[in-house]
Structures are given as structure tokens and as C-alpha cells.
T-cell receptor, first 112, second 110 residues
């Protein structure tokens, strides 16, 4: 089944404790992206990648890192999480023309 | 700075009504405009628009783009309770960055 998977789905952590949210897709898509969704602010792009070893900043990259060492994986790293990073995070992938982005199920992160 | 503005922010209608959702944008080097539907989970793709004046249609949903006036509309005819969702508009620039609007929350009552 074609899908984008994210882990974990829910995470409660404390300020400053490094964490990684994994994202994996099995559709051989070139394009992968991370978004955060907050009430009243909609979906905002954090980082995106057009292919292996190619990443670019989106609208809100501060406090986040990504890597794209393999085509299928695009982990999101929070080196020192802060409460303002409490949010719902979505990973998405698509062919390079972004005709249709497939979204993962979301990761709800709470930083206390 | 790229900007996508959706209106209205929320809407309540009765089943059977027709609704029009609006999306206006300002973007450097426009590439495409996309519509998504989000229920209580991840967004799902509805339409991609790249050319002005060409209507995209899927069942009771349709959408059109005006690249001169920089807006798009999403129409839903004969609404059903299952259409209740947040509808998201996103604009892609030539650098492949996607900028989403804040969404329109639609509630269809029986």
C-alpha cells in the first residue's frame, strides 16, 4: 500500500531534550516536506527536499533540522525543543511536479 | 513575501446549499495552486490548477483559477454533511516551496 508513515504519532517531551520525528514513504517520490499546523495559522512549511541531499528552508525553519540521506526517509530533528514548537506536524511526499502530495497521519508534539 | 489568503474563515450551511470558497494569493514566480480537504486527519488532495480559466471538476466539486486577478474559487454544489471539513488552498512557487492559506472551515448541517 502506498503510504507516508510518521513516528511517533504522539509525543510529550520536555524543553531542551533532543528528539527526532521520522518520516518514510514507499512511493519513490523525489519531493518530501514537513509542515506544522497550528490553530489560526494553518499549515506552514518547515523544510522541503527535492531529492537526496537537497533540502531547502520553508516558511518556519527556525529550531528545526532535516536530512535526506535516502530517498524514502526525511527525518525532522528538534535539537532543543521549546514550548512554542508544540504543534501538529505533517510529513508529505510527492513526485517532483507536486501534482498530488501524500500526507502522513501527523505527529502531535507537546513540549512542556 | 508570498501570501495566500482564504475567505471566509468559516462557513455554516444547510445540506443542499451551494458554497463558494475563495483563495487569493501573491507569489513570486507562480507555478501552481492546489486545493486540499482536511477532515479530522491529514489533508487530501482535491485539485491542482496551473492555467487560467480552465475549470477542474470532480463530482460536486469544481475549481477555477484567475491568474490575472490572482485568485481561485472552489465550488461545492448540493452540499452534504460529509463535505464538512477544512478546505486548504496552497500556492507553489517555481522553487517548489508551498505556501498554505489558513483554511476555510465548512460545516454542513442536516
Amino acid at each position: 500500500e502506498a503510504q507516508v508513515t510518521q513516528n511517533p504519532r504522539y509525543l510529550i517531551t520536555v524543553t531542551g531534550k533532543k528528539l527526532t520525528v521520522t518520516c518514510s514513504q514507499n512511493m519513490n517520490h523525489e519531493y518530501m516536506s514537513w509542515y506544522r499546523q497550528d490553530p489560526g495559522l494553518g499549515l506552514r512549511q518547515i523544510y522541503y527536499s527535492m531529492n537526496v541531499e537537497v533540502t531547502d528552508k520553508g516558511d518556519v525553519p527556525e529550531g528545526y533540522k532535516v536530512s535526506r540521506k535516502e530517498k524514502r526517509n526525511f527525518p525532522l530533528i528538534l535539537e532543543s525543543p521549546s514550548p512554542n514548537q508544540t504543534s501538529l506536524y505533517f510529513c508529505a511526499s510527492s513526485p517532483l511536479n507536486i501534482y498530488e502530495q501524500y500526507f502522513g497521519p501527523g505527529t502531535r508534539l507537546t513540549v512542556t | 513575501e508570498d501570501k495566500v489568503v482564504q475567505s471566509p474563515l468559516s462557513l455554516v450551511v444547510h445540506e443542499g446549499d451551494t458554497v463558494t470558497l475563495n483563495c487569493s494569493y501573491e507569489v513570486t514566480n507562480f507555478r501552481s495552486l492546489l486545493w486540499y480537504k482536511q477532515e479530522k486527519k491529514a489533508p487530501t488532495f482535491l485539485f491542482m490548477l496551473t492555467s487560467s480559466g480552465i475549470e477542474k471538476k470532480s463530482g460536486r466539486l469544481s475549481s477555477i483559477l484567475d491568474k490575472k486577478e490572482l485568485f481561485s474559487i472552489l465550488n461545492i454544489t448540493a452540499t452534504q454533511t460529509g463535505d464538512s471539513a477544512i478546505y486548504l488552498c496552497a500556492v507553489e512557487n517555481s522553487g517548489y516551496a508551498l505556501n498554505f492559506g489558513k483554511g476555510t472551515s465548512l460545516l454542513v448541517t442536516p
